[in-house]
């Protein structure tokens, strides 16, 4: 075979092997690894949303992954809080288990719905999100990762 027919060929036909095993993969990984908490309506898309620990009367911590990450990054430090407060982590629009949302996906969209007073704690790189939300809602919000 000549080797200018096989450039084309394997031009085309390497993205189209690679889309059809990255559905075939996020099609098994959404039946095998169902959310561990639930799919909240925020109006144009859901959010995941991972509510542990109980009402102490206590701010709610709200825990946000930096970044690209997700929610399951907080599993240790959500179950040693939910033994004192109520706790939620959340993965952002396009992230984790939630589906994707509005764009731009920038901080003054991010910080929009938050309405809730809470604790938030944040990846140390990503604190302009929390400091909007403050300033936009005049919330009590504690800026910067749990210690």
Same mark, same amino acid.
């Given at each position: 075979?000549?080797?200018l ?11 189209i092997?690679g889309?059809i095993f990255q559905?075939?993969a996020?099609a ?6 169902p959310p561990p908490?639930?799919?909240? =309506? ?6 995941h949303?991972?509510v542990?620990? %109980?009402d102490?009367?206590k #701010? $709610?911590?709200?825990l946000e992954?930096g970044m690209a990450s997700?929610?399951?990054?907080f599993?240790w430090?959500?179950?040693e ?8 982590a959340?993965?952002?629009a396009?992230?984790g288990?939630s =589906?994707?949302g ?7 969209r991010s910080? %929009?719905?938050?309405?809730? #007073? $809470?604790v ?5 790189a990503?604190?302009?999100?929390p400091?909007r939300?403050?300033s936009?809602f005049?919330?009590p919000i ?6």
């Amino acid at each position: 075979m000549n080797i200018l027919l096989l450039i084309p060929i394997v031009i085309i036909g390497l993205p189209i092997i690679g889309a059809i095993f990255q559905a075939i993969a996020t099609a098994r990984d959404k039946r095998n690894l169902p959310p561990p908490g639930q799919l909240t =309506d925020a109006g144009a898309h859901r959010l995941h949303l991972h509510v542990t620990g %109980t009402d102490t009367g206590k #701010p $709610a911590v709200i825990l946000e992954a930096g970044m690209a990450s997700f929610s399951s990054n907080f599993v240790w430090v959500q179950q040693e809080l939910e033994q004192v407060t109520r706790v939620v982590a959340y993965d952002r629009a396009g992230l984790g288990w939630s =589906d994707s949302g509005p764009k731009p996906r920038d901080a003054q969209r991010s910080a %929009t719905p938050r309405t809730i #007073p $809470a604790v938030s704690s944040r990846a140390h790189a990503e604190r302009e999100i929390p400091r909007r939300c403050a300033s936009r809602f005049q919330k009590p919000i504690r800026i910067g990762p749990l210690q």
